[in-house]
T-cell receptor, first 111, second 115 residues
């Protein structure tokens, strides 16, 4: 299974943009890049996903490197409610269903 | 639409007892899975299922059994509880097959303590 690597923790000031990096150097051509976040005492929730092109939705943006070996989740204006653990995961479209989480990045947002 | 429903929310077991954690989804998702999350750690995959009648092992399957008799339900059975199984358990579901562009929906978790 392809593996992802994320920093253990990051800090951001409220109302500022946050860039959360993820390395996935062993990504295969059929892997989608998914991001989830887990708020304290809750289950993970889906944030965004992409394959090759950059993606935007109401929660965040996903920037994918041209070689697809890394990606960055962008929160345009961090709020205190964005404090969570963010997970970057690869989901294989070719039929492997093991959806493996790493340890994620704990984001702290400072008021 | 209830999404993914897990019961119970909290449970205390004595060592050696058995129990079943329930998971149900109403989204007609083919794929369902169970994760455990130990304090301060990420999620680890226990078992998963790609459809009714089909199950497979994840990263940490020992001590757990699953079955998938219907699309909606995916119960997780602890055969003989051990303190090492103290954890928060999450159930998740998703569309399956080639639809890897769909995300997962997670339940709110079951907090299990084995004493």
């Amino acid at each position: 299974d392809a593996k992802t690597t994320q920093p253990n923790s990051m800090e951001s000031n409220e109302e500022e943009p946050v860039h959360l990096p993820c390395n996935h150097s062993t990504i295969s051509g059929t892997d989608y890049i998914h991001w989830y976040r887990q708020l304290p005492s809750q289950g993970p929730e889906y944030v965004i996903h992409g394959l090759t092109s950059n993606v935007n939705n109401r929660m965040a943006s996903l920037a994918i490197a041209e070689d697809r070996k890394s990606s960055t989740l962008i929160l345009h204006r961090a709020t205190l409610r964005d404090a969570a653990v963010y997970y970057c995961i690869l989901r294989d479209a070719s039929g492997t269903y093991k959806y493996i989480f790493g340890t994620g990045t704990r984001l702290k947002v400072l008021a | 639409n209830a999404g993914v429903t897990q019961t119970p929310k909290f449970q205390v077991l004595k060592t050696g007892q058995s129990m079943t954690l329930q998971c149900a989804q109403d989204m007609n998702h083919e794929y369902m899975s169970w994760y455990r999350q130990d304090p301060g750690m990420g999620l680890r995959l226990i078992h998963y299922s790609v459809g009714a009648g089909i199950t497979d092992q994840g990263e940490v399957p020992n001590g757990y059994n699953v079955s998938r008799s219907t699309t909606e339900d995916f119960p997780l059975r602890l055969l003989s509880a051990a303190p090492s199984q103290t954890s928060v358990y999450f159930c998740a579901s998703s569309y399956s097959g080639g639809r890897a562009n769909y995300g997962y929906t997670f339940g709110s978790g079951t907090r299990l303590t084995v004493v």
